[in-house]
């Protein structure tokens, strides 16, 4: 699928760091697939990423001599993107055959459309688990229910290229729940399409994934909750729902930095409490 101007129509973009392991199956789950042109944007990379991409000479690669995280990695991704419909695939996830074609069949016959998603196939432990009802997708307006957390995964989305051009990347400054924070810059001004078809699959349980890393995950979260509230792009309906989200994980932080005697931290969220209450 090429555009009117000979250029590909998609570009998908796979960040890794450190995932030789995996890494390949993961390509080949995107090169079943038609149509495209593939970015991968090795983020300083010390194991054999390197190596193993040599025999995939059709991949655009990128290689960053340090490890800056994966916002920036993505957004790299998209500056060298010649497509105007972009993809991200995390390096340990995986395709289903098809999953490029119903998506772009979506955004071409809507073109009014600017975020395309899908259900999810999740494996942790290689065992397959059942999502939980507070995972549940949905289409349209989704940005209340994107307030508790992301429900909408990175290697599951297409997104118009104009659309990141008008409402930003990914921000660099977060190392984890970066995507909650574009998705819901995009929610508040767009409605996202549900494709229920399961045609990505989520490979957890690896102890690299950053998920893992960093506790208290509600800390970034209550960090581009402030940042909407800071801005001016918020309905005064979506600003309330924005307010009491705050609060409320705020109130968790605090009580969890309690917990571990870290009290000028819990001060910090009883002032931004304080604030918004």
């Known amino acids: 699928m090429r555009n009117d101007q000979g250029l590909p129509l998609v570009s998908v973009i796979i960040p890794t760091f450190n995932r030789a392991y995996?890494?390949?199956?993961?390509?080949?789950?995107?090169?079943?697939?038609?149509?495209?042109?593939?970015?991968?944007?090795?983020?300083?990379?010390?194991?054999?990423?390197q190596k193993m991409l040599q025999s995939f000479p059709d991949i655009r690669?990128?290689?960053?001599?340090?490890n800056h995280g994966v916002s920036y990695a993505r957004n790299r991704g998209v500056e060298e993107a010649r497509g105007s419909l972009i993809c991200f695939l995390d390096s340990d996830d995986l395709w289903v055959?098809?999953?490029?074609?119903?998506?772009?069949?979506?955004m071409q016959e809507h073109p009014e459309c600017q975020a395309v998603y899908t259900d999810e196939i999740w494996i942790r432990n290689?065992?397959?688990?059942?999502?939980?009802?507070?995972?549940?997708?949905?289409?349209?307006?989704?940005?209340?229910?994107?307030?508790?957390?992301?429900?909408?995964?990175?290697s599951s989305v297409m997104l118009r290229k104009s659309l990141l051009d008008e409402v930003g990347f990914f921000d660099e400054s977060m190392p984890v729940c970066e995507d909650y924070d574009l998705w819901l810059r995009i929610a508040i001004r767009y409605p996202?399409?549900?494709?229920?078809?399961?045609?990505?699959?989520?490979?957890?349980?690896?102890?690299?994934q950053l998920s893992r890393k960093y506790w208290g995950m509600d800390r970034w979260r209550v960090y581009a909750l402030e940042k909407l509230l800071r801005g001016g792009d918020l309905s005064s309906v979506q600003r309330g729902w924005v307010t009491e989200m705050l609060i409320e994980k705020s109130g968790v932080l605090i009580q969890g930095f309690a917990k571990r005697g870290k009290n000028e931290e819990a001060e910090v969220y009883k002032n931004l409490v304080a604030t918004y209450s």
């Open 192 to 208: 996202f399409k549900f494709l229920s078809d399961k045609l990505i699959v989520k490979r957890g349980g690896n102890e690299d």
């Open 97 to 106: 055959e098809g999953k490029l074609e119903a998506q772009v069949k979506w």
């Open 22 to 49: 995996c890494l390949t199956e993961t390509l080949h789950s995107v090169l079943n697939q038609s149509g495209f042109e593939l970015i991968v944007v090795d983020d300083g990379s010390t194991d054999s990423t």
């Open 61 to 66: 690669g990128i290689h960053l001599p340090k």
């Open 126 to 154: 290689g065992v397959r688990v059942n999502q939980m009802n507070k995972h549940r997708k949905y289409s349209g307006d989704i940005f209340k229910q994107c307030l508790p957390l992301c429900i909408v995964s990175p």
